[in-house]
Every structure is written in C-alpha cells, then in structure tokens.
C-alpha cells in the first residue's frame, strides 16, 4: 500500500508558478509511474504529466505543454510538478497518483486515471487575474 501526500499548492496570481511535491511513504517508489492529475470544479478529472520509473521519460497534455515540469528524486520517495506561467484555467485541485507497471511501453496506457492504483488527497491551485 503506498500512501501519498500532495503539498504547494495555493493562490497564485495570472503568469506565476508554483512547485507542488508529493511524498510517497510504504512501498518501493521506482517501481510506480507517477502522474499528475488535475480536477475543476464541475469537470472531469484530467491528465496534467507523468514520469516514467527512472525519471528519463515523461508526458504532458497538450495544454500545459512547455509550462509544466514533472520530475523524481527517488531516494527521496518524492515526486514534483513545476507550474510556470500558470492561467486561471489551470485553476483546479491536483492530485498525484501512482501506477503499478502493468504495461512496460510508457504510452498513453499511463494517462488514464483508472490506470492508476495510489492518489493523494489532492492540493488546491487558484490562479487569480
């Protein structure tokens, strides 16, 4: 069982960043993909980026694309997305999650959400005009 726990989100004017962590505790961290997953108010839960298990590899929705960074350090279980130039559309509550690799190829199987097996609780990112 791996438990996760999101920090750094809050409120962020138009054009800011912001750097949100999610530590893992319980379980072997390389063995997990990890995602970022984003959910507005009135919308679906969607896929913001992902890492592969080692870090060389990720992906990103096309709207947050050149803005958002998502990177691990694993010796310390951890997980971060960096938010630049954000927009008020990017206001939501993000969560991250981990996949058990059941699928080796790093494709879109791991931007599905019912892919993944682990969430965090999800941290809250306003951005403001």
């Known amino acids: 069982q791996v438990q996760l726990v999101e920090s750094g989100g809050g409120l962020v004017q138009d054009g800011g960043s912001l750097r949100l962590s999610c530590v893992a505790s319980?379980?072997?961290?390389?063995?997990?993909?990890m995602g970022w997953f984003r959910q507005a108010p009135g919308k679906e839960r969607e896929f913001v980026g992902n890492?592969?298990?080692?870090?060389?590899?990720?992906y990103y929705a096309d709207s947050v694309k050149g803005r958002f960074t998502v990177s691990r350090d694993n010796a310390k279980n951890t997980v971060y997305i960096i938010m630049n130039n954000l927009k008020r559309e990017d206001t939501a509550v993000y969560s991250c999650a981990a996949a058990v690799v059941r699928q080796l190829a790093f494709d879109t199987y791991y931007m599905v959400p019912s892919n993944y097996d682990y969430w965090g609780q999800g941290t809250q990112v306003t951005v403001s005009s």
């Open positions: 890492i592969n298990r080692d870090g060389a590899a990720t």
């Open positions: 319980e379980g072997t961290f390389s063995n997990y993909v």
